[in-house]
């Protein structure tokens, strides 16, 4: 099975600055086949379901701001969040899809400094 | 609106079974795989079961195999999980999700709100 780990566990970044939170796979997510690694982003706010950010590591969702970014390959994975807003103050999950079964990191938890 | 709108949960006595349900509305329910993913409230995200499109193709975590299955009616727009053999770790809030692909390999697009399971004696 395929073990996501984030990190940090907790953030608190200032308003306007920039959150980066980490996460890595047990083994590779990427297909050379199709040359996409199958890695989602979603974040989560108090008494809401998720909401998909990205996909395909670096794809960013409809409607999600564009200071909202992914990157990484293989087993390395970033999100970036270029410039903090309120709104943003959520518990963001990584998640392969890669294999069954699929897997969630822990979660990292986004404050405000 | 694209929904998706979980129902069945409730408090059951460890062994028993319970069904879980949901109703897609607002898209083309066979163009899309479909996916259970469960939350204990306060902790993270689990998956549990995925099926493609026609059911052709399921999946489970492997801590529910043999216990829990998932189907689909595609003339009814609706996500089951038969879920029998509970154990008081199967409580938590289980969301109806789609996956924005046919087969179950694709990023989590649509999350339902939840139908809660408690497990009790």
């Known amino acids: 099975d395929i073990v996501m780990t984030q990190s940090p566990d907790s953030l608190a970044v200032s308003l306007g600055e920039r959150a980066t939170i980490n996460c890595k796979s047990s083994?590779?997510?990427?297909?050379?086949?199709?040359?996409?690694?199958?890695l989602a982003w979603y974040q989560q706010k108090p008494g809401q379901p998720p909401k998909l950010l990205i996909y395909w590591a670096s794809t960013r969702e409809s409607g999600v701001p564009d200071r909202f970014s992914g990157s990484g390959s293989g087993t390395g994975f970033t999100l970036t969040i270029s410039s903090l807003q309120a709104e943003d103050v959520a518990v963001y999950y990584c998640q392969q899809y890669y294999d069954t079964p699929y897997s969630f990191g822990q979660g990292t938890k986004l404050e405000i400094k | 609106e694209v929904q998706l709108v979980e129902s069945g949960g409730g408090v059951v006595r460890p062994g028993g079974s319970l069904r879980l349900s949901c109703a897609a509305s607002?898209?083309?329910?066979?163009?899309?795989?479909m996916t259970w993913v469960r939350q204990v409230p306060g902790k993270g995200l689990e998956w549990v079961s995925g099926i493609s499109w026609n059911g052709g193709s399921t999946a489970y975590a492997d801590s529910l195999k043999g216990r829990f299955t998932i189907s689909r009616d595609n003339a009814k727009s609706s996500l089951y999980l038969q879920m029998n053999s509970l154990r008081a770790e199967d409580t938590a809030l289980y969301h109806c999700?789609?996956?924005?692909?046919?087969?179950?390999?694709?990023?989590?697009?649509?999350w339902g709100q939840g139908t809660m399971v408690t497990v009790s004696s």
């Open positions: 999700v789609r996956i924005g692909y046919s087969t179950t390999k694709g990023a989590f697009d649509v």
């Open positions: 607002g898209f083309i329910f066979d163009d899309y795989g």
């Open positions: 083994q590779s997510v990427f297909y050379s086949s199709n040359n996409k690694n199958y």
